[in-house]
């Protein structure tokens, strides 16, 4: 049998739980990112432009205009990453009707003044086009994921790895393929989770964003299903703070970025779209 409780200790149990009902809890702190981005084709919008985003990235504001267009006046598809308080991007350094047969990285400290530190060739014969370069951290290894297109081959490009030689990022491998991914892909993205690789992928052909696995970056790719409707590319992905995962593509048909969400990088929500006037293909990182 449960004895009765005094008044006086009921009393002071139930204040106790009133009172910390009435203590407001802190809420989760959204992500505050940045994205790094070009606005367009015409000579002045081929540059870099850095947004900031304080909501968690459905809606950014311009943080810099950077005026930065590489060695070459031309900057698009920038990748951005940060090590040791450095922020670095890699960049397509010529214009879609031009050849290309390097990528570039570019290294700055406050997001405003950028400096080009390295130019990377193909290493790929009769290459004609190098595009969409997307970095790739594990661990302190940092890797760059490129679409190339060969002159010889009309199948269109495939994507390939470089790995940095050195913490300064200023030098850097020679190629090697993703095997399994094949002809007529690009704007390949890679995150891992857990012991498996996840490429999100434009075909060409059917213009789908495509979700492919492995557990090797570099071999054993098989297609894993095509997301949302045809009509996107460039997609990147951005881990949050609550530990989701958001994607960003761009609408190239009709402009504008979207995004969607995923807890485990297979099930995603629709796609909505995000208030960042003028982005185009980008990426975006926790500030």
């Not at 449960?2 to 802190?26: D, H, M, S, Y």
């Not at 629709?270 to 006037?277: E, I, M, N, P, R």
Request: glycine fraction near 10%.
């Amino acid at each position: 049998m449960t004895r009765p409780r005094p008044l006086v200790a009921v009393v002071g149990v139930l204040a106790f739980i009133l009172g910390a009902l009435a203590v407001p809890q802190p809420a989760s702190a959204a992500t505050t990112l940045v994205y790094t981005t070009f606005k367009g084709d015409g000579a002045a919008d081929q540059e870099l432009w850095v947004y900031q985003s304080t909501n968690g990235g459905t809606s950014y504001d311009v943080l810099y205009d950077t005026n930065f267009r590489g060695p070459t006046g031309v900057l698009r598809d920038p990748s951005i990453i940060k090590r040791d308080g450095t922020y670095y991007v890699a960049y397509t350094w010529q214009s879609w009707t031009t050849n290309s047969t390097y990528f570039a990285v570019a290294r700055s400290t406050d997001l405003r003044n950028w400096t080009n530190i390295a130019t990377v060739p193909s290493g790929i014969a009769s290459t004609r086009n190098v595009w969409a370069p997307e970095f790739h951290i594990e661990g302190s290894t940092v890797r760059v994921i490129v679409s190339v297109r060969q002159s010889t081959n009309s199948s269109g490009f495939r994507p390939y790895v470089y790995t940095a030689q050195n913490p300064g990022l200023t030098s850097w491998s020679g190629p090697q393929q993703m095997r399994g991914l094949g002809y007529n892909y690009i704007d390949t993205y890679v995150v891992k989770s857990g012991s498996t690789y996840h490429a999100f992928t434009k075909n060409e052909s059917t213009k789908y964003i495509e979700r492919w696995t492995s557990i090797s970056l570099t071999s054993g790719w098989t297609r894993a299903g095509t997301l949302w409707s045809s009509g996107y590319e460039g997609p990147s992905l951005v881990r949050l703070d609550n530990g989701q995962y958001r994607i960003y593509v761009d609408k190239y048909t009709n402009g504008g970025i979207w995004t969607a969400t995923s807890s485990n990088l297979t099930s995603w929500t629709g796609l909505s779209l995000v208030d960042c006037s003028g982005c185009r293909h980008g990426t975006a990182i926790p500030k």
